[in-house]
């Protein structure tokens, strides 16, 4: 069982709909989480962390969080082509800038016109 | 100076070689991690340096090595290169404490291809 597993997709939505990508993740002392989005043959970039369960939104994007059930998702509403990249869910087991994050093998989405 | 800047951006060796990449990290980010991506995969943890001291390794062998210098920057050194190198290296910052943020800050990353 990998340590972060993601659905790798693809993941195919109409532009203005909402993309669900999901994470489940296996070590129970993971204390924070983040999504990152990587277009093709570039790096990836932070776009949201979450610490704490619940739910964190910034502009269009919103991060759940159940530590429960050992999951994260990220929501993208009203979802652009230009949102169409491969997302990253990384899991840290330490809540400093000491801690490696491990990253799932990420989702495609794709946003058609 | 602000981004996270890798050199060079792209790499081509012959197998049995040794190559050395380099990072210059973000202005304030004391914490530097190197990652290797293989195709169709996510990063995966090389090791990462805090103050010019190695502070945690993921499962490489110890032909992949690095330093730290005093203003921050890095270097990856990977000795007798075999063809499974070959992937995207990425160079990953963090600074101290952004507003709890402990994300990274990627560089655009050199994709090193052994032949």
């Known amino acids: 069982q990998k340590e972060v597993e993601q659905n790798s997709g693809p993941l195919s939505v109409p532009e203005g709909a909402i993309a669900s990508l999901n994470c489940t993740y296996s070590?129970?002392?993971?204390?924070?989480f983040f999504w990152y989005r990587q277009y093709s043959g570039k790096s990836p970039e932070l776009i949201m962390f979450?610490?704490?369960?619940g739910d964190k939104e910034d502009g269009r994007f919103t991060a759940q969080l159940n530590k429960a059930s050992q999951y994260v998702s990220l929501l993208i509403r009203d979802s652009q082509p230009s949102d169409s990249a491969t997302y990253l869910c990384?899991?840290?087991?330490?809540?400093?800038?000491?801690?490696?994050?491990?990253f799932g093998d990420g989702t495609t989405l794709t946003v058609k016109p | 100076e602000t981004g996270v800047t890798q050199s060079p951006t792209h790499l081509i060796k012959t197998r049995g070689q040794q190559v050395t990449l380099r990072c210059s990290s973000q202005?304030?980010?004391?914490?530097v991690s190197w990652y290797q991506q293989a195709l169709g995969q996510g990063p995966q943890f090389i090791f990462q340096?805090?103050?010019?001291?190695?502070?945690g390794r993921g499962n490489f062998p110890p032909r992949f090595s690095g330093l730290q210098f005093p203003n921050y920057s890095s270097e990856l050194n990977v000795n007798a290169l075999e063809l499974d190198d070959s992937a995207l290296y990425l160079c990953?910052?963090?600074?101290?404490?952004?507003?709890?943020?402990?994300?990274?800050?990627f560089g655009s990353g050199t994709r090193l291809t052994v032949v």
């Open positions: 990953a910052s963090r600074s101290p404490s952004d507003g709890g943020n402990y994300g990274y800050t």
């Open positions: 070590d129970r002392g993971s204390q924070s």
């Open positions: 979450i610490y704490s369960n």
């Open positions: 990384a899991v840290n087991t330490l809540n400093t800038n000491a801690g490696k994050s491990t």
């Open positions: 202005s304030g980010h004391n914490t």
């Open positions: 340096y805090y103050r010019e001291e190695e502070n």
